[in-house]
């Protein structure tokens, strides 16, 4: 392996004013197994020609726009790195604070708006807002023999000043965000303007006639790795007045508990699937539901654990929306949920192929 040290001079023309300036760049280059001095040498150039402007233009006080591309490129990665995260852990985080289940939805748009916002602030903001404290921090490092004016640039400059911005990557990928938003919510959005009922504790949250409603007992249990398995059935209250059978078909979670719990207490909360009889007159009415369920659950005891048995009781009420109203929203939901995240992360690479290419812009060479 070969390694050297490199001190050279960078020169950029200007992209506002045309004038020529140069500063001196260290670096190292290395060449591995068979590699030569000269190899080693070129690697060292490349770097520095990779490195973006380390200094406004002495001549205009402008910051060059490889330097505001690899700000923006840096800006956009991290916030996209950052919307993926939250996109992992906000829904279970949002029920786990215990928000509304017809308010996570909208609230995850919520969170996408403040990450497009973000992206806003990353895409327009430009050092060169500041000429003044540019000029002057140019004229320190020109005091300081670090910074030389080669040249100036023609008279008029190069025209009107380089927008610091690849225009119609920018639109598009904003586009792309702001398209992501009415899809995230899009299910919300659906139930709201057809007037569907909200039914708390259940999934989904708008359920009719002919659909599967998931209903949770109000009651949060704990458990070692949060195991749990049960039997349920469920009664409607107000059968004969909605002509209905008495008893509707219900299941739970039936996953055997095992032989090797993990050591380590989480909760869980109980919960029944119910099946909603498929007639349309149910349309509008309330279901008053009775929940029996009995379930067992690991808790430690000494180096072990043992199985705890306990019956749960919950009364309820389902309030019904058009036939198939459920099936529709969980597919809304799912549907927009992955349509929202796909325009999500197309918007943040488009801007961060917009930061790319302004970081390309402009001329520089290295002063061999």
């Known amino acids: 392996m070969v390694t050297i040290a490199l001190k050279r001079s960078k020169q950029h023309r200007c992209a506002a004013c045309g004038s020529l300036f140069s500063y001196l760049v260290e670096a190292q280059g290395t060449a591995h197994r068979d590699g030569s001095r000269e190899d080693a040498r070129m690697n060292a150039v490349r770097w520095i020609m990779?490195?973006?402007?380390?200094?406004?233009?002495?001549?205009?006080?402008?910051?060059?726009?490889?330097?505001?591309?690899?700000?923006?490129?840096?800006?956009h990665a991290l916030l996209l790195v950052a919307a993926f995260g939250a996109a992992v852990t906000l829904p279970a985080g949002l029920e786990w604070v215990s928000v509304p289940a017809h308010l996570i939805l909208p609230g995850m748009a919520g969170v996408a708006a403040l990450f497009i916002l973000a992206h806003a602030a990353a895409a327009w903001y430009s050092p060169n807002r500041f000429p003044r404290q540019n000029l002057a921090r140019a004229a320190e490092a020109g005091a300081a023999g670090d910074l030389v004016l080669d040249a100036p640039g023609p008279e008029g400059g190069l025209g009107a000043?380089?927008?610091?911005?690849?225009?119609?990557?920018?639109?598009?990928?904003?586009?792309?965000?702001?398209?992501?938003?009415?899809?995230?919510?899009?299910?919300?959005?659906?139930?709201?303007?057809?007037?569907?009922?909200?039914?708390?504790?259940?999934?989904?949250?708008?359920?009719?006639?002919?659909?599967?409603?998931?209903?949770?007992?109000?009651?949060?249990?704990?458990?070692?790795?949060?195991?749990?398995?049960?039997?349920?059935?469920?009664?409607?209250?107000?059968?004969?007045?909605?002509?209905?059978?008495?008893?509707?078909?219900a299941t739970t979670r039936t996953e055997a508990?095992?032989?090797?719990?993990?050591?380590?207490?989480?909760?869980?909360?109980?919960?029944?699937?119910?099946?909603?009889?498929?007639?349309?007159?149910?349309?509008?009415?309330?279901?008053?539901?009775?929940?029996?369920?009995?379930?067992?659950?690991?808790?430690?005891?000494?180096?072990?654990f043992v199985t705890r048995c306990e019956v749960l009781d919950h009364v309820t009420e389902l309030r019904m929306a058009p036939p198939r109203a459920g099936a529709v929203y969980t597919l809304l939901e799912v549907a927009g949920a992955s349509a929202g995240a796909g325009l999500s992360f197309v918007g943040a690479v488009l801007l961060i192929v917009a930061a790319a290419r302004l970081k390309r812009a402009g001329y520089a060479a290295v002063l061999l």
């Open 50 to 75: 990779r490195r973006p402007t380390a200094y406004p233009c002495p001549a205009c006080g402008v910051v060059q726009p490889d330097q505001v591309g690899q700000r923006r490129e840096l800006a």
């Open 161 to 249: 000043r380089r927008r610091l911005m690849s225009p119609w990557f920018c639109w598009l990928g904003f586009a792309a965000l702001a398209l992501s938003l009415p899809m995230i919510a899009g299910a919300e959005i659906v139930r709201a303007f057809a007037g569907w009922p909200v039914n708390a504790d259940c999934r989904p949250n708008a359920a009719g006639p002919g659909d599967e409603v998931r209903v949770y007992f109000p009651a949060e249990g704990h458990s070692l790795d949060g195991r749990w398995q049960g039997l349920v059935a469920v009664a409607v209250l107000n059968a004969k007045e909605l002509d209905i059978e008495t008893a509707l078909p």
């Open 257 to 304: 508990i095992g032989q090797w719990v993990e050591d380590k207490p989480k909760s869980f909360r109980p919960w029944a699937k119910v099946k909603i009889p498929d007639a349309e007159r149910l349309a509008g009415k309330v279901l008053r539901l009775y929940l029996r369920a009995q379930i067992t659950y690991p808790v430690r005891e000494g180096n072990g």
